[in-house]
C-alpha cells in the first residue's frame, strides 16, 4: 500500500467546507459524559486549527461506540463537543440528528472559520453498512473530505471510505504522522529494527508476527502470549495464559525465526503468583522449571535485562502490547522498564503501536520521551501486519 498521501498542506482549502472524519470515541463515563482520556481529541487538534487559519469551514465527524441503529444518550457526542469547545475556546455546534433537517440546516449555514460537530454516525446503520447513498449524502454537505481518524481506518464505514468516492479526499496532519512514523519504520527502518510483542493471546498478533519476522532483527515476546510460546518449546507454564490452538502455531514461528536470522528473544524468568488478582504476592520463577500452581503475570529481571539489552542497541522500535498485568502495581515492572529504555534511547525512533500498549506508557510516565505514540488500536495492529487499510487507501496519492 502506498503511504505516500496528500493532505491538507497539499490543496487549497480557503473559502471550502471540509468534511473532517475525528475519532472522538473515547473513554468517558456514561452517566457523566466525563472523559477519562482525551488523547484522541488533542490528536486531531492540530488538523482542525489549520483548516480553520486556512480560512475553511468545518464539519466533524465520529463515531461513539456501538450503538448498533439505535439513539443512545450515554453515546452522545456532547461529551466530546464540550471537551473541544474547551480545548479550541470557540462555540462548537452540536447537531440534534444525523443527517436530518438540523445537521443540514447547521452545515448550510456554517462559513469559514467555524466548526460543527455532526451527531455519532452510528446512530444510523448505514454509517457501518458503507451504504453508498448515506455516503453520498454525507459528501453533499461539503467541498472536500479529509480523513484523520486513524483509530478508524481499517474500517470500510460510510465516513470512513464511502465518502471518498464522491469527494476529493487527502489525510489530516494526525493521519499524516502516522504514516510517517509506522510507514518508515516498516519500509526503511533505521536499524537494526526490535520489535515488542505483549498483550494476551497468540491468535491477535499471527499476522503481526508473520509480517515482522520479513522486517525485524530482533523480536521480543511478552506477555500473556509468550507462555504460548513456552509451551511450544515444551515447558510447563502452569496456570499461566494459553491459546492452546496456537501452540503448533509458536513453534514454527520459533522455527522460522531460526531459519531467517531474527534474533527471538523469550521470558527467561517471570513473576507468578497463586491467583489473578492486584493483592497477590508476586513469585519469581524460571521459565525451564515453571510451578504447576501458579500463573505468569509478568516477566522477571533476568528478562527485563535480556530486553532493555535489545532495545538499548536498536535504531528502530515498535511496541505492540503490554509485558504483564501493568494495571497491577506488582506486576507492571516488565512494562515499565521497556518503556524506560525505549525512552533512553535518544537517537533511536520509538513507536507504541496503540491499544493497551499505549494506556500503560501513559501510566509510566515516559510517554512524552517516546518518537511516537499511535492512536490506532486494531488499526496499528492491522497496519504491523502489512494489510490495506481502507480509510487511508481511498485518499489521493502525492503525485
Known amino acids: 500500500m502506498n503511504y505516500d498521501k496528500k493532505t491538507i498542506r497539499d ?45 475553511a469551514a468545518v464539519i466533524l465527524l465520529s463515531h461513539m461506540g456501538r450503538p448498533h ?12 463537543r464540550d471537551h473541544l469547545e474547551e480545548l479550541l475556546e470557540m462555540p462548537v455546534p452540536l447537531t440534534e440528528d444525523v443527517l436530518g433537517p438540523d445537521t443540514k440546516a447547521k452545515c448550510a449555514a456554517l462559513q469559514p472559520g467555524q466548526v460543527v460537530l455532526v451527531e455519532n454516525l452510528r446512530f444510523r446503520l448505514e454509517e457501518e453498512k458503507n451504504d453508498p447513498e448515506f455516503a453520498k449524502e454525507l459528501a453533499s454537505l461539503a467541498d472536500i473530505f479529509v480523513f484523520d481518524a486513524f483509530g478508524a481506518a481499517h474500517r470500510a464505514h460510510a465516513s470512513t471510505e464511502g465518502v471518498s468516492h464522491y469527494l476529493p479526499s487527502v489525510a489530516g496532519l494526525l493521519v499524516e504522522k502516522e504514516l510517517e512514523f509506522m510507514g518508515k519504520a516498516l519500509d526503511d527502518p533505521k536499524r537494526p529494527l526490535v520489535a515488542i510483542l505483549g498483550g494476551s493471546k497468540v491468535s491477535d498478533k499471527i499476522g503481526v508476527i508473520n509480517n515482522l519476522l520479513q522486517k525485524a532483527d530482533t523480536i521480543l515476546i511478552g506477555g500473556g502470549m509468550a507462555y504460548t510460546f513456552q509451551a511450544a518449546l515444551g515447558r510447563d507454564i502452569g496456570t499461566s495464559l494459553l491459546d492452546a490452538n496456537h501452540v503448533g502455531y509458536a513453534k514454527d514461528m520459533i522455527a522460522k525465526a531460526q531459519e531467517m536470522g531474527v534474533k527471538l528473544l523469550l521470558p527467561q524468568d517471570n513473576l507468578a503468583a497463586k491467583e489473578f488478582s492486584a493483592d497477590a504476592e508476586p513469585i519469581l520463577v524460571d521459565a525451564t522449571d515453571f510451578p504447576h500452581d501458579l500463573m505468569g503475570m509478568d516477566i522477571g529481571p533476568k528478562t527485563i535485562e535480556d530486553f532493555t539489552g535489545a ?18 502495581p506488582a506486576f507492571a515492572n516488565g512494562t515499565n522498564a521497556v518503556a524506560k529504555a525505549m525512552s533512553d534511547q535518544k537517537d533511536a525512533v520509538t513507536i507504541v503501536g496503540g491499544g493497551d500498549s499505549s494506556s500503560a506508557v501513559e501510566k509510566s510516565g515516559f510517554a512524552d520521551k517516546l518518537s511516537h505514540i499511535s492512536t490506532g488500536g486494531g488499526a496499528s495492529l492491522e497496519f504491523l501486519e502489512g494489510l490495506v487499510l481502507p480509510g487511508i487507501a481511498c485518499l489521493a496519492d502525492k503525485d
Do not use: Q
Not at 511496541?319 to 498485568?325: E, F, L, Q
Open 311 to 328: 532495545i538499548a542497541g536498536a535504531g528502530t522500535v515498535i511496541w505492540n502490547g503490554p509485558m504483564g498485568v501493568f494495571e497491577f
Open 69 to 80: 441503529g439505535e439513539w443512545k444518550k450515554e453515546l452522545s457526542l456532547f461529551s466530546a
Open 11 to 55: 490543496i487549497d482549502v480557503s473559502g471550502k467546507k471540509i468534511l473532517l472524519r475525528c475519532d472522538f470515541n473515547v473513554p468517558h463515563d456514561k452517566a457523566t459524559g466525563v472523559i477519562h482520556d482525551d488523547t484522541r481529541i488533542v490528536s486531531t487538534l492540530p488538523t482542525i486549527r489549520y483548516l480553520l487559519d486556512h480560512n
